[in-house]
């Protein structure tokens, strides 16, 4: 059974570092694309970044490139948004879910429970 399980938010003061995890299970990463998603309240969830089944392909939103980074582990089934230089308006629940990457990120899977990222001093 395909399940993927985000962790590693928190509550960072502006211009910190957080890494989030997404450990899969149920399927090897290159089986799919996988991507992050973010949802602030009262907004709408959006693409933010997203890795292909090679790992050779990363895609950014435009309000985080420079500052996020998407990698992943294959052996230990891990994919991981390193998130730099945090401002107030990254803070959102962060997902991961199977996708596929492109110019507009499409979520293909199941959404989990996320896990908050609050950016505030």
């Known amino acids: 059974q395909l399940q993927l399980v985000e962790s590693g938010g928190g509550l960072v003061q502006p211009g910190g570092s957080l890494r989030l995890s997404c450990t899969v299970s149920?399927?090897?990463?290159?089986?799919?694309?996988i991507g992050w998603f973010r949802q602030a309240p009262g907004k709408e969830r959006e693409g933010v970044s997203c890795?292909?089944?090679?790992?050779?392909?990363?895609t950014y939103v435009d309000s985080v490139k420079g500052r996020f980074s998407i990698f992943r582990d294959i052996a230990k089934k891990t994919v991981y948004l390193q998130m730099n230089s945090l401002k107030p308006e990254d803070t959102a629940v962060y997902y991961c879910?199977?996708?596929?990457?492109?110019?507009?990120?499409?979520?293909?899977?199941?959404w989990g429970q996320g896990t908050q990222v609050t950016v505030s001093s």
């Open positions: 879910i199977t996708s596929r990457c492109g110019a507009t990120m499409r979520p293909l899977g199941s």
């Open positions: 149920g399927m090897t990463l290159n089986y799919d694309d």
């Open positions: 890795i292909n089944t090679s790992g050779g392909v990363m």
